[in-house]
Nanobody, 114 residues
Framework: QVQLVESGGGLVQAGGSLRLSCLASGRISSINSMGWYRQFPGKQRELVAV???????DIADSVKGRFTISRDNAKNTVDLQMNSLKPEDTAVYYC????????WGKGTQVTVSS
């Protein structure tokens, strides 16, 4: 079992920044991927950014150049730095962990006002 705890969501004005953090605990594999998905009301969850334990990243086109993903393998954390936020970034953001199985955090609300 792996537990994921997110922090850092909130309300920000358009053009502002937020940083999301996620801490993983439990049976952590040394080889894994961690990252962030988001979900808009009535829509399926979509990938925002993912980073492997080796440092490879996959970032959605809609956030490239604005969002940066990073991780600390020793601390089992993954962060998402979100800059130049837009109202269309408003969503619930979920931390995720994938090794043999996929796990999800409870989600954190990000609201960007215009």
């Amino acid at each position: 079992q792996v537990q994921l705890v997110e922090s850092g969501g909130g309300l920000v004005q358009a053009g502002g920044s937020l940083r999301l953090s996620c801490l993983a605990s439990g049976r952590i594999s040394s080889i894994n991927s961690m990252g962030w998905y988001r979900q808009f009301p009535g829509k399926q969850r979509e990938l925002v950014a993912v980073i492997t334990s080796g440092g490879s990243t996959d970032i959605a086109d809609s956030v490239k150049g604005r969002f940066t993903i990073s991780r600390d393998n020793a601390k089992n954390t993954v962060d998402l730095q979100m800059n130049s936020l837009k109202p269309e970034d408003t969503a619930v953001y979920y931390c995720y962990y994938n090794a043999r199985f996929r796990y999800w955090g409870k989600g954190t609300q990000v609201t960007v006002s215009s």
